[in-house]
């Protein structure tokens, strides 16, 4: 009979967490001597090793194809993307170790794909300082990977090779459940273990209301029965619980955002950072092991529910792409926390926060946890990609988007989008300026296409993922993550003293725009006064304006 391999976490009795090596040294020797464990290279890291992907399931199947034939539900655990967090590293080898060596049973129905650490350049680079805050483990990774990059960022955008990686895994897998462990920093409170679930409005339809009235519920009283008071992550909607906590709004950024994008059941487990460290790893063990409970028990619901999604999400007529809090629906959740105050600070002498663990208290507290659609979107039938743009074609690609190039040149009628306004921020954010705000006017044109060019229906399980990058007005849509910045700048212009004559030429045979350039200085003093802007405007109501600027380049096929 195979023996069991110790762990790092074991041997150190709580204090230590393993180094990327060592993971990667443990798992391959459970897998050779566990048949039930399969172990593959998957794509590459910035860091120069390449991610792996562990399967379990009873039967020792590995293939995923082979895995939805036999009815098996696929859970997707994700771990260290966040390697100063690496409550998941240890808690996955202790739940499957136990799995293999039946101290645990895993459910016939139930398959495990696991990526054992997903930000390897974080995790090599070791100190005992990162997350000054946290207790425990000894030493550990940092949040930051080989570029520096927040990967829990880096969904959409892909500025990673883990991003890139992460899809082709995410669709091999087709995950019905997604599970992202994490440590939250923050206020101090009583619980142990705090829960993101992806917004359930946001994630919509059926799937959205079953994870919220029976989904959520579920796993909470199932960690209810190990011992574990589990309370949503925690966001407060003021300094203190006082104010109420506000559920997190998981853009399609975060890693549970983007697999709401994948009708996929997401979750992010964050344990809390001042509680030590054996707590906070039993703590995900049992979380992750009711997450497999409950989708064993409930496996034909769940099944039932993506499958309907799927299908339904090909007719969508429209789709909600922003969202804003309601305050005005609230829900009471039971906040065991400890009494906060002000002292004065030992450091500044200025009043700062502090909570009193001789306090503690028990109390009803509101969560706002419903959000509103703002902007919805007509879906059109398909979309043209002007195969100048690359860098977009091949992130959709990655996602295995359905899209055919253009066979011949061809003129299409299209509706075409102009960006009239937005807004950026004035520093950077995870390597992008991010556009916010988008105002934009459509018209329809008849625009000419190139043989090659991409044409993407809106027939396909990818229409949400398509409808939110592609919308600009959506907040993580590549127009957000600057793709498409270039038709922001003006490449041709004009020299005032050489267009003088030809501005007035023009006017001359076109009286109507002659009204609009004097009703404007009529109505406009500063205007009046200025003659470069009034030779612009002319230049921008005339056919010598460059019309690719500020055109977006994502057209609109209606029909």
Aim: net charge neutral.
């Amino acid at each position: 009979m195979a023996q069991p391999v110790p762990t790092i976490y074991e041997q150190s009795k709580g204090a230590k967490t393993p180094a990327y090596a060592e993971i990667i040294d443990w798992w391959t020797k459970m897998h050779k001597r566990y048949p039930q464990i399969g172990m593959r290279t998957m794509g590459p890291t910035d860091a120069g090793y390449p991610l792996h992907l562990i399967t379990l399931s009873n039967d020792k199947d590995s293939d995923f194809n082979s895995l939805r034939k036999k009815n098996k539900r696929i859970i997707l655990i994700n771990n260290g993307i966040h390697p100063g967090e690496p409550d998941g590293i240890d808690a996955t080898m202790l739940l499957v170790r136990d799995f293999v060596t039946h101290k645990k049973q895993l459910p016939d129905n139930i398959a495990l794909a696991i990526i054992p650490v997903y930000n390897i350049g974080g995790c090599l680079n070791r100190s005992p300082y990162y997350r000054v805050d946290q207790n425990g483990p000894d030493s550990f990774g940092s949040r930051g990977n080989s570029q520096n990059l927040d990967l829990n960022r880096d969904f959409i955008k892909c500025d990673s090779r883990e991003a890139r990686s992460f899809a082709e895994i995410f669709h091999l897998c087709d995950p019905d459940v997604f599970v992202d462990n994490h440590v939250s920093n923050g206020a101090d409170y009583q619980h142990i273990m705090t829960l993101l679930t992806s917004q359930h409005n946001k994630l919509g339809g059926a799937m959205g209301e079953y994870l919220h009235q029976q989904f959520e519920p579920g796993i909470y009283a199932l960690m209810k029965q190990k011992g574990f008071d589990l309370v949503p992550y925690v966001d407060f909607a003021g300094k203190t619980p006082e104010a109420g906590m506000i559920a997190y709004f998981d853009s399609p950024r975060y890693s549970s955002g983007y697999a709401s994008l994948w009708h996929t059941f997401a979750f992010v487990p964050e344990t809390h950072m001042l509680k030590s460290y054996p707590q906070r790893v039993e703590s995900t063990y049992a979380l992750m092991e009711c997450f497999i409970g409950y989708t064993a028990a409930n496996s034909a619901a769940i099944k039932k529910l993506r499958q309907a999604t799927k299908q339904s999400v090909k007719t969508q007529a429209e789709f909600p792409v922003s969202w804003e809090l309601d305050r005005g629906h609230s829900t009471e959740i039971t906040f065991r926390g400890f009494e906060a105050g002000e002292k004065p600070s030992s450091v500044s002498g200025l009043p700062r926060l502090w909570y009193d663990r001789s306090k503690p208290f028990e109390k009803p507290i509101k969560y706002f946890n419903t959000y509103a659609p703002k902007t919805i979107v007509q879906k059109p039938v398909a979309y043209i990609i002007p195969q100048g743009w690359w860098k977009v074609i091949e992130l959709l690609k990655a996602n295995q988007v359905t899209m055919k190039p253009l066979t011949k040149d061809t003129t299409i009628e299209v509706e075409v989008l102009r960006i009239e306004d937005y807004k950026t921020t004035p520093r950077p954010y995870e390597a992008h300026h991010l556009n916010s705000d988008v105002k934009v006017s459509s018209g329809r044109q008849a625009v000419p296409f190139r043989k090659g060019d991409w044409y993407i229906p809106l027939n396909q399980e990818a229409n949400r993922f398509l409808i939110e990058v592609l919308e600009p007005q959506a907040p993580d849509s590549y127009f957000a993550w600057n793709f498409f910045d270039a038709i922001l700048i003006q490449k041709e212009g004009f020299s005032g003293y050489a267009f003088e004559d030809i501005a007035a030429d023009y006017l001359q045979k076109h009286p109507d725009l002659k009204k609009k350039l004097e009703d404007k200085k009529a109505a406009d003093t500063a205007f009046a006064k200025n003659a470069y802007a009034q030779l612009d405007f002319v230049y921008r109501h005339s056919p010598y304006y460059e019309p690719a600027h500020l055109r977006y380049p994502v057209y609109r096929v209606l029909k």
